[in-house]
């Protein structure tokens, strides 16, 4: 319907339900007539006309700037809610055609406006209706949020709709950016839990290692009847040979015990992994026995402990480990997992010289990616023992060889220390992992063990031996009768008759020009 000129005061209705919803009806006229045709739709039209179809249901009257409405015969109108007969109209009045009809608000423009409604007024339409509609409380809800939804796409103003199209899809893109990073934060949630998982499994690994009171009672006992295994076959080994008993001497200065822990700190916030802790100061553990870990834990840092070997490479001021010695977590893959969340960390990381030299802060220098080799360096100011040659030329099958470090790490070292000290650290309660390793270095009992082997198997990927070792030696050197370093002591084979075998020096050579070449 095209509207008429306005004049100086003109009424419309907009309707807001029925087939004409969201349309308009201008009462330019003194007297309007009001049908509802047989389609359900409302017809305004002068007083005279008749439509073929339908029902006249009432006439709006102008009084000048006064209007009212006038039921007609036999029709029933309701204005705001209440059943009349002819009732004066007001800006806004609802009202309703029949007993079924559609429902229209009243509005009075001048001739400088016509109706554009407001989110505002449109909002305030629907308000209306669910408060005038006499139709059951769900439908009436139901057409009053689809009505303001197609009244805000039809009737607004052309800036007011541009507007809400920029808004829906500024909010459609926040939605899906939300959704991304709610699924990038679950994924990584979930590949956290994975981590956690590790530490808290590694945790167990090491606190079933971990020296306990009781262990020490029991070496005390031992102690107390016999000497230590290791050193005995330490002095059998320097009575056989003297050539042999020349480079234990001379190299085991330049050996090193190294010990560290590490946890895993959250990227962006720095939080450290703790331990939860329950009532009188206990940590809380799972029902599979592991601790019970989270980063808003209010216990220690979960600090995974371990310990390893190392020996200075004479004339670089350099310390050559294992890189699983260098970096724990790289033969434990759960605890990668999820690295976008968390990483791993290293809390502390020392090593302690013979002759009571520690504890010395490490910081890696560079990891090998092709061999389980690492190199280290101390901090600033530091100086290191002599440090050990590298051999020349490749070990041969049947070639006698020495293996040195730190096999079994303080439990080995507490067996050489004697009865005496091992007591002293009971009465005091020193047994905590770093408080150990500091008495027996302040006591001048952190020196190496060895054992003797032949070569068994030369490869450019791993010389293979039969000395014995076990964990905690790993990174020590492995040295011919000259006291050269043929190989970097790494695992140990027990599928194969207890043989072990080390990383060759050639291995060495390369990680140490990489580090040439990237300087």
């Excluded at 389980?372 to 530091?382: F, K, R, T």
Aim: hydrophobic letters at 45%; aromatic letters at 6%.
């Amino acid at each position: 319907m095209t509207a008429p000129t306005p004049s100086p005061c003109a009424a419309v209705l907009e309707h807001l339900t029925g087939r004409n919803r969201g349309h308009y009806s201008w009462i330019t006229a003194d007297a309007m007539d009001i049908w509802l045709d047989g389609r359900g739709s409302l017809r305004v039209v002068v007083p005279g006309a008749q439509l073929l179809e339908g029902q006249h249901v009432a006439r709006v009257l102008r009084d000048g700037t006064e209007f009212s409405v006038l039921a007609a015969e036999g029709a029933d109108i309701w204005v705001n809610r209440k059943k009349v007969e002819q009732a004066r109209l007001s800006q806004g009045d609802m009202i309703e055609f029949g007993e079924i009809g559609p429902l229209s608000r009243f509005r009075v423009y001048d001739e400088e406006h016509r109706p554009e409604p407001t989110l505002p007024e449109i909002l305030s339409d629907a308000w209306s209706y669910m408060r005038t509609s006499r139709r059951p409380f769900l439908q009436r809800l139901g057409r009053a949020m689809w009505g303001v939804c197609g009244r805000v796409c039809t009737d607004a103003t052309l800036v007011f709709r541009v507007s809400v199209l920029v808004a829906l899809v500024a909010l459609s893109i926040a939605v899906i950016l939300q959704f991304r990073e709610d699924r990038s934060l679950r994924a990584q949630i979930e590949s956290g839990r994975f981590q956690v998982e590790a530490v808290a499994a590694a945790l167990s690994e090491a606190q079933r290692e971990a020296i306990r009171p009781g262990d020490l009672a029991a070496l005390e006992e031992e102690l107390s009847a016999r000497v230590s295994v290791q050193a005995e076959r330490l002095k059998t080994l320097e009575a056989r040979s003297g050539a042999a008993m020349r480079v234990v001497g001379q190299a085991a200065g330049s050996v090193a015990f190294i010990q560290g822990g590490y946890g895993l700190r959250h990227r962006e916030t720095g939080q450290m992994l703790r331990h939860v802790m329950g009532p009188g100061g206990m940590p809380l553990r799972l029902p599979n026995g592991q601790p019970m870990l989270s980063l808003q834990g209010d216990g220690p840092v979960a600090e995974v402990q371990f310990n390893g070997t190392g020996f200075v490479l004479r004339d670089t001021g350099l310390i050559v480990t294992n890189r699983h010695v260098a970096v724990p977590w790289a033969n434990k893959p759960g605890v990668q997992m999820g690295g976008e969340a968390m990483e791993p960390v290293m809390t502390r990381f020392v090593a302690y010289f013979p002759g009571g030299i520690g504890p010395l802060d490490l910081s890696l220098v560079a990891a090998s990616d092709t061999a389980d080799l690492a190199l280290l360096i101390p901090g600033e100011g530091v100086e290191l023992p002599p440090g050990l040659p590298l051999a020349e030329q490749a070990p041969v099958p049947g070639q006698e060889i020495l293996v040195m470090g730190f096999p079994t790490g303080l439990m080995s070292l507490l067996a050489q220390s004697g009865e005496e000290f091992v007591k002293e650290l009971r009465e005091r309660g020193e047994t905590g992992f770093w408080q150990v390793a500091e008495r027996l270095s302040e006591a001048g009992l952190m020196s190496p063990l060895s054992s003797r082997g032949i070569v068994g198997q030369v490869t450019g990927a791993a010389v293979v031996y039969d000395a014995e070792t076990t964990h905690g030696g790993s990174g020590g050197p492995v040295l011919n009768l000259k006291g050269e370093v043929v190989a970097v002591n790494a695992a140990i084979i027990p599928e194969f008759g207890g043989s072990n075998f080390g990383v060759p020096v050639e291995q060495v050579r390369r990680l140490l020009e990489t580090i040439s070449a990237s300087q």
